[in-house]
């Protein structure tokens, strides 16, 4: 199968300050990227898509300028989450996609907010 | 819109037990069908998907699923559970066109007891 990556895989921060989320395809061109929540004991929530070269489409409830996605190139899609509050910490994951194909996947990122 | 119901939280089993974990969707479209198992601290690995074709599909540490339209169902099956099996199992869903979002279920949490 096709391998995703995430870095950073845990992050750290202090409330106020922003953190980035990187996300890559490492083997395939990824049209689509989709960015995934999950508190602990829960399921995955969808909070955005983000097709490369366009602006992100946000689920109902997510707020785009908090969770600010860039999707610049066919491997690479970035989360940044600005401004962060105890209440953002949670596992974040990506998968990508391609046309026809099925999603993949990457390891996750777990953000800590202090 | 289409929503994923997996009815049991957690699922005990004994090691060489079999294992059923259920899965049901509701959907007005054609839909695609995914398991998808999750360890401790990672990201979703993809065990098996329905996508046309022959109902049952396997996966390859002797997993399988069977795709029942009229019950509405996708449950996973294993006539004998490893210790290696214990994890978080999540059911999604996908419809047949457009951006091909998946829809998770709840999880269930398979643990294997000596």
């Known amino acids: 199968g096709a391998v995703v990556s995430q870095h950073p895989s845990r992050v750290i921060c202090k409330s106020g300050t922003s953190v980035k989320i990187e996300c890559r395809s490492l083997?395939?061109?990824?049209?689509?990227m989709f960015w995934y929540r999950q508190f602990p004991k829960q399921s995955l929530m969808l909070m955005a898509t983000?097709?490369?070269?366009?602006?992100?489409?946000?689920e109902q409830g997510v707020e785009k300028d908090k969770f600010l996605i860039n999707h610049a190139s066919l491997t690479l899609s970035t989360l940044t989450v600005t401004s962060a509050h105890p209440e953002d910490s949670s596992f974040y994951i990506c998968s990508a996609t391609a046309t026809g194909r099925e999603q993949f996947f990457g390891p996750g990122t777990r953000l800590t907010v202090l | 819109a289409q929503s994923v119901t997996q009815l049991d939280s957690q699922v005990p089993v004994f090691e060489e037990a079999p294992v059923e974990l259920r899965c049901n969707y509701s959907s007005s479209v054609s839909v695609y069908l995914f398991w998808y198992v999750q360890y401790p601290n990672q990201g979703l690995q993809l065990l098996l998907k329905?996508?046309?074709?022959?109902?049952l599909v396997e996966s390859i540490n002797g997993f399988e699923a069977e795709f029942k339209k009229s019950e509405t169902s996708f449950h996973l099956t294993k006539p004998s559970a490893h210790m290696s099996d214990a994890a978080e199992y999540f059911c999604?869903?996908?419809?047949?066109?457009?951006?091909?979002?998946?829809?998770f279920g709840q999880g269930t949490r398979l643990t294997i007891n000596p």
């Open positions: 983000s097709n490369e070269g366009s602006k992100a489409t946000y």
């Open positions: 999604a869903v996908s419809v047949k066109q457009g951006a091909q979002k998946l829809v």
């Open positions: 329905y996508l046309s074709g022959s109902t």
């Open positions: 083997d395939f061109q990824a049209t689509t």
